[in-house]
């Protein structure tokens, strides 16, 4: 039995905005695998919860006229792995959910909770960012549209009031189109773990793939939330595929980044990390993309 | 305490319960269900033991409110016995290969091996491991759980092909 007060069911999207309004205090319940774990810790003890898990109006995935990809914020990682629409045009957010947890925790968690929770090491969160990601938020008194980038406002900490809920995660073809991503999940074991470190690279290369036109690269766990290398990125546009690239991005993530100790790996072990996996990402970017590059 | 009707299907019956909107899916099935295949395990969504499918896929049934089981079909490791009470194939497998020690894992472990079995193609071993990686076991070091999966995975696939 679970140590919460009220329980509020939402049927519809409007009546959780209701909900909300109303209760402005109470959690919003998604899957709950972040929140009813927690309670049963104890820290959210004789919370109110609103419950908006059976909203189908929320779950799936869909391609607009204009090439737009709108992912529902309880789409469940099973879900988006398995995407005919994410397959096709951004699998590389399917692979990092696919790293997610373990079979069950994939059927529950959404990938919505995912960064709404606000946390540095969420494995969706690094490709959403790499991507730019754009966040739909609904209020009975409107809506707004925020790019993902400026969401995380600290550790745990998202730019959601409280009376908002978000309501779709988008993201352009302009963002996805000829491009190819990549993200390395660093972690002690396959399943059941919490990246010590996650890299997602994306690349578009020039149209004879000697040259990157454009490229994103996001870390997880590398800051207090999770990061665009943005340092990175500007130097690298433009420049020649090559293996100079690759040392200059070992050289310059490390001024895009700020990794703190922790009892899943030293300050040190991070950075070097953040150095490896970076480069690897882009080397199976580019791979992914038709270019071929050398170390 | 508010308390709720559900409404749902449990191993095939439509079954009715009047719960308190507290409780775990997990507090539903082994209390007024009275299905105790289901284990109290690590309560945090980790070990598996509380494992059961909702529409087909599974879930860990104490990460999971009992009022969002409202119209859904839930199987336990009772709707996966064979109606005369005799063991179904993947039990047996399990059984045969030494799957099952302290037994405290393995109705877990079972249902989460169902939608494994019911594929139309083989998996790699490295595949099984990775379906079941949402269930630990202490005892029987996976190799047999593998063996069992697999096993019955293989037998199911050739039954198909006779048809």
Request: aromatic share 6%.
């Amino acid at each position: 039995m679970y140590d919460f007060n009220a329980l509020y069911e939402a049927n519809t999207l409007q009546e959780a905005l209701e909900l909300k309004a109303t209760y402005p205090h109470a959690l919003l319940l998604a899957g709950g695998s972040d929140i009813l774990i927690k309670l049963r810790d104890g820290k959210y003890t004789g919370c109110d919860l609103i419950s908006i898990y059976t909203l189908d109006e929320l779950r799936g995935v869909e391609l607009l006229d204009d090439g737009t990809i709108v992912i529902k914020p309880l789409t469940s990682f099973t879900d988006v792995a398995q995407n005919p629409i994410l397959l096709k045009y951004v699998p590389t957010l399917c692979e990092a959910v696919e790293q997610i947890g373990a079979p069950q925790v994939r059927n529950i968690g959404t990938i919505g909770g995912n960064i709404c929770n606000g946390v540095t090491s969420a494995d969706s969160a690094t490709t959403l960012k790499a991507y730019d990601a754009m966040l739909v938020i609904e209020s009975q008194k409107g809506k707004r549209i925020l790019p993902y980038l400026e969401f995380n406002l600290g550790p745990g900490k998202v730019d959601l009031k409280e009376d908002e809920i978000l309501t779709a995660i988008t993201i352009s073809k302009e963002s996805y189109n000829a491009t190819y991503g990549h993200y390395i999940k660093y972690a002690k074991r396959k399943a059941m773990d919490i990246a010590t470190l996650g890299c997602s690279v994306n690349v578009t290369l020039s149209g004879d793939k000697s040259k990157i036109e454009r490229l994103r690269i996001a870390f997880g766990v590398a800051a207090p939330i999770p990061v665009r290398g943005i340092n990175t990125e500007k130097e690298t546009q433009g420049h020649p595929v090559n293996a100079e690239l690759l040392n200059l991005i070992r050289e310059r993530v490390l001024d895009d980044v700020t990794p703190r100790d922790s009892w899943r790996a030293s300050k040190e072990f991070r950075l070097h990390l953040i150095q490896e996996l970076a480069v690897r990402a882009t080397r199976e970017a580019i791979i992914k993309g038709g270019g071929s590059i050398d170390d | 305490m508010t308390k709720k009707s559900i409404k749902c299907r449990v191993n095939g019956v439509n079954r009715e319960y009047f719960v308190d909107v507290r409780s775990s899916l997990m507090d539903l099935l082994r209390g007024p269900a009275g299905l105790d295949s289901i284990k109290h395990g690590c309560d945090v969504g980790e070990c598996g033991a509380c494992t059961v499918l909702i529409n087909g896929r599974p879930f860990n049934s104490y990460i999971y409110l009992a009022v969002w089981a409202e119209g859904k079909e839930i199987v336990t490791l009772e709707g996966v016995t064979n109606p005369d009470g005799s063991l179904s194939d993947i039990q047996q497998a399990f059984v045969d290969e030494g799957a099952v020690q302290c037994g405290i894992c393995t109705p877990g472990f079972i249902m989460a091996s169902i939608p494994i079995i019911n594929q139309e193609t083989p998996s790699t071993r490295e595949e099984i491991r990775r379906q079941i990686s949402g269930n630990l076991c202490r005892c029987t070091g996976y190799q047999k759980i593998v063996d069992a999966i697999e096993k019955t995975q293989k037998k199911r696939i050739a039954e198909k092909k006779k048809g």
